[in-house]
């Protein structure tokens, strides 16, 4: 028997599927979005219903991409996330490189995946990904450490979740052509 509160998640338009856990280790609540559905439009409203079932905000939803991120000239990478499983297969690509991770289907865990995958193609040392968020008004904030300074690195989701989080990687990594900023770390 479903919960009510699976029942009018899974009644919100763009939503596929529900699985509620609150008991086991991967404690959380699992959305799947149809592949047509608009991910920002869908999130709010994921978000005011567990509002109102006052839920509280430990964790965020779980992002769900199946696309290309929107083509951004700047980052110089192509990056792609797709479901696989439990997981997601977190991927970028330049032109003679591609790098690939599999990790747990969380925001936290898909920027790092994203941080460890951009850092490997382009040469570099990777950053740790030690917080994400996002605001109450669509703003996503993904912090990245050296072990002495953080950057981070802010962007909205108004084109999606993939988008976003691409966006806010690239300014936490410094290669969005825009700087993260920049803070010593206590």
Same mark, same amino acid.
Request: hydrophobic share 45%.
């Given at each position: ?55 509280? *905000? ?7 991409? #199946? ?11 192509? /990056? ?8 997601? *297969? ?10 690939? *991770? ?27 990904? /030690? ?15 050296? #072990? ?15 988008? #976003? ?16 900023? *920049?803070?010593?770390? #206590?």
């Amino acid at each position: 028997m479903k919960s009510s509160l699976a029942s009018r998640l899974e009644d919100i338009p763009g939503v596929a599927s529900v699985v509620i856990d609150l008991e086991g280790f991967g404690r959380g609540i699992d959305v799947r979005l149809e592949p047509d559905a608009d991910e920002a439009v869908v999130m709010e409203k994921l978000r005011a219903l567990l509002a109102a079932y006052g839920l509280r *905000r430990d964790h965020h939803p779980v992002i769900e991409a #199946g696309r290309p991120a929107r083509p951004t000239a700047s980052i110089g990478v192509d /990056v792609k996330i797709t479901p696989v499983g439990s997981g997601a *297969r977190v991927e970028v690509a330049t032109a003679s490189v591609k790098s690939f *991770r599999i990790v747990s289907a969380e925001p936290l865990s898909i920027a790092q995946g994203l941080a460890d995958t951009w850092c490997q193609v382009i040469g570099r040392v990777p950053l740790a990904i /030690v917080d994400l968020t996002i605001d109450e008004d669509g703003t996503l904030v993904v912090v990245a450490s050296d #072990g002495e300074r953080e950057t981070r690195g802010v962007a909205d989701i108004n084109h999606g979740w993939l988008d #976003g989080l691409t966006d806010a990687v690239a300014r936490a990594l410094g290669e969005a052509g825009v700087p993260g900023e *920049r803070t010593v770390a #206590g």
